[in-house]
């Protein structure tokens, strides 16, 4: 798998565990040059996050970036419910990660039914 194809699939769940992890992966990627070296700091930061848990803050980072797919094709009802389950979002009670995964299949987004943030949030509700 590129690291770009592995980024994809990483990107909006380090996103949702730490920003500054999310810079610092940006800042290795910048130019588009990617060696052995920079692979394996990658993933340094993605499998320090693994027992990083979400904040409040970096979930609403990550929540309104997948928004960012379904703003313009949300229907009226869906927008009152996205903006609702993100003013009681926290990551005790996260209901609106369960709607973006639920929007991701009704339309279709391939980007995050591939991601891991959307598959992780499918298996945990199951």
Known sequence: MSWQSDWAYNKYWVMAHSQNAYNEIRTLAKNNHWDEKKE???QQI???LE????????LVTAYQHIWGYFKKIA?????Q???KLLDYLSPEN???GAFLTQLTDKYQ?????NSRIIIEIKEQNK
Not at 109 to 113: A, P, T
């Open 81 to 83: 419910q996205y903006l």
């Open 40 to 42: 394996q700091e990658y």
């Open 51 to 58: 027992n990083v848990e979400p904040t409040k803050a970096t």
């Open 94 to 96: 996260d209901n609106l």
């Open 109 to 113: 987004v391939k980007y995050l039914q």
């Open 75 to 79: 229907t009226s009802e869906e927008k």
């Open 46 to 48: 993605v499998q320090s």
